[in-house]
């Protein structure tokens, strides 16, 4: 068993369902730990004394699990197409915003005459 104390403990309830995750700072193994609840459990700890998560959530923690687990391979593959890409970032972008149309910048050409 762990005694918490408040400072050791963030939690934030999911905006769209009841879940919630606190986030604990483990004293006795040292690692950040985290702990699904629901909001009234956010709202008794909060009432304790515990403050929020600061920054991004990971709420993703909380989705639902469905298919096979990923194998090893498929990490590594995963991994070797991000080794060898330069800025994968852009290519997300390229692939999810394909269809909405690109608001052309005006180059320092075209600046520079209208001065």
Known sequence: MVTLRPADVRCEAAPRS???LCEINCPVCHRVVYAKTTGEGVRIIK???AAGI???????LLERRSGPPL????I??????LDGTEFPQAELA???FAGMPRVAEPSEDVASRTQ
């Open 18 to 20: 009841d879940e919630a």
């Open 47 to 49: 009432a304790a004394g």
């Open 54 to 60: 600061a920054g991004l959530v990971p709420f993703e």
């Open 71 to 74: 194998l090893w391979d498929e």
């Open 76 to 81: 590594l593959d995963v991994l070797a197409a």
């Open 94 to 96: 390229d692939q999810f």
